[in-house]
């Protein structure tokens, strides 16, 4: 990317303010702008940074008005993040490959389509389906009698086992693992475990983008599903037969365990448990770190600690835990006003 | 698979009652059965699904009466449950192959059975040894001189380091890294950190399976351990020179540090913790999210929390810890009734 | 290695005490010392060992002076656990390679140094530079224009995308993914996510080790900056934005989320997690699984819990949350001696 101010504003409908032979060549914050980059005030809270930015170009709002000078040539538009925003997926939108790239390896009744790409050393098995514009990055296994709808990006290293399924215009990224076997086991009378076999499956549907390094184990007999737009990010453990709810957002490092069902739109913290065998209703908001030990049957409800329970008691009980301590120190002197004998402490 | 209730009957020496020429073609719950599906009702609780399933077959034990019409063919067997897992172990049984494939290499100096599966894009080092039986699938790494036993089966991208040993009936799942550095650094006076060498290895005792994801680093100097009959879910640490006892069992993303030992017939939750250097009595059940800080001598015992304590007193620290508040007013009126007076509230 | 105690006096500089014949021909801790292996006692503390000790040689400090009989021999140096560190680095340092395994794929446009080894099934892309001595183990991406600084390791599976920077005299372990996009997402009117295009790069400075499995995001627009010296355990997530400060060490599975700086020399213990956009001052040290959910501006403090504060303050908390049930009960009893009617329980 380079590109003028002249031409910035053609692209995105506005008036450009200052000097417009003004070429940039990268994207920053305003805050952190320098010299050849492009940035954008949105937010009236930044418009200080405004005013000492060394961003070449602004993109601003149609109503801003400087109250002091500003060394950036402004590019003024209707809705200056929506445009900087349009700018930033011009620039995402990496070009698209299609074909084999000669060090894979393509079972001979896997089907794939012409307009897909299947990287370097990528390993696509025997009937497997993998559909138009869907780009697999290096290193990727495609197991056995899988299918991978279209226009997904499937990142270096991902391996989905046999006969998963994953949609279309899904993003997965590296490194992370579909279909690997529940973790089942009986106990046996000597006290050694016997593996419950694993036969179900993982079904990813479409708009899901699942981070780097994930796990999501297959369903026992049924599919553990990942439903339409949730978005997972890095680390996170999926166990076999968990159902997460369509646009549901869980951030990295939590874990659902087996067979719990988490309702639509909900968002989950970091580093956050669940118990197996929960249903968690639509909407709920879980803090970070906090372990989810029963079911939550109100929706759209916060909740927090572990074990969780509502985010506002909870905040309440940790500001009294910091000050415990103190409770004591209060509990002794009412104590000693009453003779109580203290052989208890 | 496609079976009939007739052949089901036969190969499961039970008998059957309703249409024996129903055929079915997937296993399912009781609760979610459908047209085609093979079903089981082993628990009493589960019996009024039984009258309601769309399984057109089910396998009941032989003194099993139903109360009411059930629409699915049945077969009587003496025991429901362990025939249900017959037919799940059949269908786990995939194929084994043997031989190596084109895309792999594997090294001259490493010996392997002709009876083992080297998959695609795998890497066999020098002097590695595999024994009969066992399978890897694709890009799997077999690092200089390791040693995998026979009967194993290692999924894709598990990367195992130079040195290390894997048992025999190993399962061992996608992304998993075995014989990773240990974390160990010295403080240099000027604050920089010196690398310890990590000369150990990871041994994996028979009968051993991982999930995917986890991390097993090698020893210092000598092994890092995982014996017999464990079981370790997926995205697991284990730093080095940790040694976990015979048919312990771990849940997901917990972490276990550096030389601490776990005991034999260890359950432990997911996303617990442990410190290093100390050790846990056999039999110890560690509930999901604690954090284990020191010793536990005595066996079979529960524990909860972080620092984790005994199971029972910790939920009832807790229960009062959802309290604090309410304990907070009752020593604000007991302070009030003795009229002292409240300046540290 | 096999090795005399002669040899070995010679080549430490120290003298032999004991049988100079006697062979060696692997390491051990003093206290798990066997026939053939060399150990050394440094710390006094472990004095005992020696004289129970199977190790065929140990190194001791020269002013060792043993109370008893000692079955092994002795090589008397001026610092004992350094010259026993010699060793070890000298068995660690396995000899490097250089060119490009038959099997890996180089892009044209790569600029890889003919001191540079390329192993087994790496990609390579356009674009790429790999500086001398670097060794990439099997099946390593290194995606189009990133860049690997010279003697570093980079061990299997690892996935670095594209345009991003790898320092000097680093080590990465296995299935780490380093440059995966950041977790950004603009919720939508109708409850849909919009992925927020995540278009900068991860700078990893010189003399990083980075663990197996560890997931470190790219910058929306700027780097993702993990600094000179630091050292990141197994199992961690960075996400995009973050700044580790120079020579920041950070155990297991911890989790730093977006935007948010770690200052130099901070310690972190395992478990941990931190919020998005806070900023931690220099040489904090946060206890293993605390939750850091505020900014730390005072340099050299420790914190625990979750949310974590001062550590010596939350150790005293955690003492009275153990004793809860006990502090009730006093209020009960006081509640009793003032006749206070006890219906709040």
């Not at 003024?76 to 349009?86: G, I, L, N, P």
């Not at 709808?149 to 391996?159: M, P, R, S």
């Not at 046999?162 to 000597?190: E, K, L, R, Y």
């Not at 949730?230 to 159902?243: F, G, M, R, S, T």
């Amino acid at each position: 990317m380079e590109i003028s101010a002249a031409e910035l504003g053609e692209l995105l409908n506005g008036e450009v303010v200052g000097d417009p032979s003004v070429r940039v060549h990268k994207l920053s914050k305003i805050e952190e702008g320098e010299q050849g980059a492009l940035s954008f005030l949105a937010n009236p809270k930044y418009e200080a940074f405004a005013y000492d930015t060394k961003a070449s170009i602004l993109i601003v709002n149609a109503d801003f008005e400087p109250a002091k000078d500003i060394a950036s040539t402004l590019i003024k538009v209707d809705d200056a993040y929506s445009s900087f925003a349009q700018i930033m997926e011009q620039l995402a939108d990496r070009s698209r490959k299609s074909g084999v790239h000669p060090t894979a390896f393509v079972a001979e009744s896997a089907n794939v389509s012409e307009d897909a790409y299947i990287g370097p050393f990528c390993y696509v098995g025997e009937g497997v389906e993998v559909k138009a514009g869907t780009q697999l990055s290096a290193h990727v296994t495609i197991g056995d009698g899988s299918l991978v709808g279209k226009d997904t990006l499937i990142y270096a290293g991902v391996h989905v086992y046999h006969g998963c399924q994953v949609g279309d215009h899904c993003i997965i990224h590296a490194g992370t693992v579909i279909g690997s076997d529940g973790f089942g086991f009986v106990p046996q009378p000597d006290g050694r475990f016997k593996k419950v076999p694993q036969l179900g499956t993982v079904i990813i549907e479409d708009h899901v983008e699942i981070g780097a390094n994930v796990t999501i184990d297959r369903g026992t007999m049924d599919a553990t599903r990942i439903c339409e737009g949730v978005k997972l990010d890095n680390l996170i453990q999926v166990a076999h037969n968990v159902e997460i709810g369509a646009h549901t957002v869980i951030a990295a490092q939590a874990g659902v365990s087996g067979s719990t069902k988490l309702g639509k739109h909900c968002m989950v913290g970091g580093q956050v448990g669940f118990v197996g065998h929960i249903s968690i209703a639509a909407g709920s908001k879980i803090n970070a770190q906090s372990g989810v030990a029963k079911s939550i049957k109100e929706p759209n409800k916060s909740w927090n600690g572990s074990p969780a329970f509502a985010f506002s008691e909870n905040l309440r009980s940790k500001v009294y835990f910091k000050r415990l301590p103190e409770l004591v120190k209060r509990i002794d002197e009412l104590e000693k006003a009453l003779a109580i004998h203290q052989n208890k402490k």
